[in-house]
């Protein structure tokens, strides 16, 4: 028998119907890349990454 017995804690089955809110903040830029292209580069760098400045 593996993992938590819901009949044993009663507690699990509200903790199992919680449901969590996802936000999306308007900053988020999208990556897209080709497979086989540039698999060397630097995916994450930016020169106009001004993050921390």
Known sequence: L???RAADQPSLDRK???RKTVT???RCD???FDREEGEDD????????DYGT
Not at 42 to 49: G, K, L, N, Q, V
């Open 42 to 49: 630097e995916p994450f760098y930016s020169d106009e990454d």
């Open 30 to 32: 999208v990556l897209e």
């Open 16 to 18: 199992r119907q919680r």
């Open 2 to 4: 593996h993992g938590p």
């Open 24 to 26: 999306w903040d308007e």
